[in-house]
């Protein structure tokens, strides 16, 4: 989607639909930029009043649109980001099957609210076609933002169009199912993408006999059980070698039945989703690589499949982990934090400055927060609260949850130094718990984005989040 910012509709020729929102103030003074015909009766006969989503088309009406509609977003100094979202999908949905440019007016909007709508109407635009014989055929490709006064700049609407890039391939890669998107998928995805930008990014994949060679027992025993190999996927994002990197991990999940640990089968198909965290993070490399950002990012995916067969991993069995702790796997469907605690070891060759990961990792946070929130685990109160401030800025919200010693006693194992789950009680937190315990030598947020990934039901599917999160705390950085 390319968006453009003006103070008026500059080239009227090329807007074939103008959308200008209205707020509850005199409309007609609003208005003023544009001649309509016979505004006062229109809006006197149709009593329109500029509730909120009221829409009032004129048709042949505004001299300098051939197409034209008013949106009423009611009191524009009540609108929440909600509210903002809820306008831009309303204004996609209607035309994207129809234009390829529309203009929109946004004057009525608080300026502080224009990013944030300006991202709303790329993420609506989205949509997933792949195998379906019938295509979608969405037209609309470019947006004419028009304000009065805004504080919308060119490089923001540069980072927005990049997030939208970025947050689009996360959703590409987290909707298509396991019997395309693999392990060795992902890696393919991660040199594709490296070819496009060989000055940018170098890729380095290990499979399972270098991972093998290092000691990362504990990854290699979710992957075994599979007859599709599991791969380390390393994408180092150089575009200021001086600096630390910062190192972003993704569980690469391409599939979860639970392993011998079998997940009931209701809703299984949604488990295809389990690579979301790792999708997240080639879309965050993706979208660095259009922004150009002056920074050092490395991306590591820790890409494997968990199937129950002759060689999988079974309840009770113990591994130890290339950290040398020892580890009493359980329950074999906690399978997310066994293949990051070994990628968690592992990076720590890139001398990080500091390191994220990302992962679907409990139905626990689920439980806690829904989809609404993302969960975020980390002792560090200073990368929490950029973490914080970042998802507030790109809507991608986190909620911080705790991540301290008192809980490390539930995973205390009679056999090895660790069990892999915690029972019942917190389980979102013995997972983050259970990380901590391989992050202690570097500065280290965990993001649980189990609920907040994918949608299920009627409008199922990716998210692309947290791509607009990530994004938005690299850039706030440089
Ligand atoms: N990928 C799942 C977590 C998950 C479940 C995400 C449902 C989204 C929706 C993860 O691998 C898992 O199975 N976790 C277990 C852990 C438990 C066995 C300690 C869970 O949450 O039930
Ligand atoms: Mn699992
Ligand atoms: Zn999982």
Redesign the pocket.
Known sequence: MKLNINTTLSQPELAQYLVVLVDASPIQQQLQAYQIQALDRLLETTQFKAAFGETLPLIGQVEQAQNAVLIGVDQADQLSVQKVYKIAQQIVKAVQKKYSRIAIDLSALPSQLHYQFALALTQASYGFDEFKSKKNEFLLTEIDLIAQQTELSDSQLNLIQAIHTGQSVARDLGNRPGNICYPEYLAEQAQALAAEYPELLKVTVLDEQQMADLGMNAFLAVSKGSDRPGRLINIEYRNDLEQAPVVLVGKG?TF?T?GI?L?PGAGMD??KY?MCGAASVLGTLRALCQAKLPIHVVGTIAAAENMPSGHATRPGDIVTTMSGQTVEIL?T????RLVLCDTLTYIKRYNPELVIDIA?????C?VALGSVLSGMFSPDDALAAELEQAGQQSFDRVWRMPVIDDYQEQLDSPFADIAN?GGPKA?AVTAACFLQRFTREYRWAHLDI?GSAWNSGAQKGATGRPVPLLMQFLANRV
Do not use: F
């Open positions: 999940i979860d639970g640990s997940k949604e488990m389990d329950n469907d906690a399978e997310g679907t990792l409990t139905g626990a689920v789950i389980g189990a």
